[in-house]
């Protein structure tokens, strides 16, 4: 049985913003405290040679004096002395990030030479560590050979080798970072994973389908070039030969993970990491692997006091050998919000949860429903992909809670749909809470700082519909993408649509409403994203319910 703590957000805000005044990103702008880098930590530059020639460049920050420390590390696209590179989210216009404007970053204090999403050595080299980040190849201040032999994983075994024989280091090494910090850990930690690598704290990353279409075949264009645009910095090395193909697939097989992680997968970077990251703690086979959940902003998180100091327990016991530095942290950490400030912590065995009961609710087109009994009586009713943004055009139906309720895992949407006049059609799906006025509650749900977003969201081209069946489980369905299946006239296929993690309680006669619609990315409703989707642009889609066609969203309940 899970383990439950109450803990109520320091702010107390309404779930709503105020009528007539800015929301929260607007009142919040960029919110960051910086202090010096402590004297007593020493800054060095290395060029790491790699066996074919190459040198990779690294800034080490390390104490000045005393015994030999473990190593924390990772490599970095941005740039690795580019300790500026926050102010970026702070000075952007307007609509120019991913996350639209008033990028929220959420409350950040660390040292100044920290880098973008790496690991703060003001806090860790007093803590007994060292920390040593590493320019990618052709990136930064790194050379290259754009071959891509060496491959990657060749890289790391020679990166540690180089660390093992460094006088100050004591030959044990972790690694750590966010987002694309975080996928370079999973190249590195696969069951070859260098000797000296003894944890990983892999913080919200990718790691096997990214944003590029990869979650339901509906391809978004925008995050992909404005990242690249980020790692293409004017401190590029002018000897590098240019980038090598480190990270930029994505695809990493994480079950070849065998060595400790403390993972951290959010509720609210649906658009990005939230799927790949809970899918990479279920299919990791390392006997010592925690998760650590939130539904904030992941820079805050893995900047904050808690979280911090869960992480130096976690290293703690794997690079320092202290063996009771983990003794009573639980396997699986999570936070159930009831809206965007406030959340309960539960604590648990497993993901999904120990003991968590599926329940359908079954559409009703007729009357825009959903019941836990399905209903005999066929309906149907149609969405189209234009206009964009029509609210009218899209399907909603609202389940009343009589009871309160948490829902806590993945949910799963089962459409029957049929094309009119095309032989294809796009499926954006939300869900969203509203509370027993009716208003709608809000939380933060998209990478970039989307604080008005839906509970989850989820998308499918329906072409793209066939399932991997040795991965998917009825409440997980996993689109296999290799094959495509286009719709013939008149005929009713069944979609089955994956629907991000999340974790949301329901207090009785609150609604869970679920949306239809094939303009666009749920969550952009109120225009609060700048994601751009490679979307079905004609025709129609017809949902069908009842009847034959069953149509259901099945939702995970915990107790």
Partial sequence: MADRTQTTGALARPALPPEGEHDFLTDHPFDITTHRLPRDVLVEQAAIPMRDGVRLAATVFRPDAGPRVPVITTATPYGKDRFDQWNYFRDAPEGSVPGGG??????????????????????????????????????????????????????????????????????????????????TQWIAA????????????????????????????IRETAFGPWLESQWHQPNINPDAAGPEPYIADWKFDTSAVIIPALVCASFSDQELHTWDTFDAFTRIRSPHKWLYNHRRQKWAAYYGAEELALQKRFLDRFLKGDEHA???????????????????????????????????????????????????????????????????????????????????????????????????????????????????????????????????????????????????????????????????????????????????????????????????????????ETRQWDSITTGRCRLHTGGQHPSRLLIPIVS
């Fill in 326 to 528: 983990m003794d009573g942290v639980p396997p699986v950490r999570l936070e159930v919000n009831t809206d965007r400030f406030d959340h309960k912590v539960v604590h648990a065995t497993s993901w999904p949860v120990e003991g968590t009961r599926y329940n359908s609710l079954y559409l009703s087109a007729g009357s825009a429903t959903m019941a836990v009994e399905p209903t005999p009586i066929a309906a149907s009713t149609s969405i189209a992909p234009a206009p964009v943004g029509d609210p009218d055009n899209r399907a909603v139906f609202d389940h009343c809670f009589q009871e309160d309720t948490d829902v806590v895992g993945h949910m799963a949407l089962t459409l029957f749909v049929d094309a009119v006049g095309g032989d294809d059609v796009d499926l954006f799906v939300g869900v969203e809470k509203l509370d027993h006025h009716g208003d709608k509650v809000y939380f933060f749900s998209a990478s970039g700082g989307n604080a008005n977003g839906p509970v989850s969201r989820g998308w499918l081209r329906a072409s793209r519909r066939e399932l991997d069946t040795e991965r998917s489980t009825p409440w997980r369905p996993v689109p296999s993408l290799t094959t495509g299946s286009p719709l013939s006239p008149g005929q009713i296929v069944e979609t089955n649509i994956p629907i991000m993690p999340s974790g949301t309680t329901f207090l009785a006669g609150e609604t869970l409403r679920l949306i239809v619609q094939s303009w666009s990315a749920p969550g952009e409703f109120e225009g609060g």
């Fill in 102 to 183: 008033g990028f929220y970053l959420g409350r950040l204090e660390f040292s100044d030479h920290t880098a973008f999403e790496a690991p703060d050595p003001g806090f860790w080299v007093p803590s007994g560590y060292a920390v040593v980040l590493v320019d990618l190849p052709g990136r930064g201040k790194s050379e290259s050979n754009p071959s891509g032999t060496p491959g990657p994983e060749a890289r790391w075994w020679d990166v540690m080798a180089w660390l093992e024989q460094q006088p100050w280091c004591t030959g044990k090494v972790g690694m750590s970072g966010v987002s694309a910090l975080c996928a």
């Fill in 190 to 217: 696969k069951d070859e994973a260098p000797p000296q690598l003894k944890a990983i704290i892999p913080w919200e990353g990718i790691n096997e389908t990214g944003p590029g279409g990869g979650y339901g075949g």
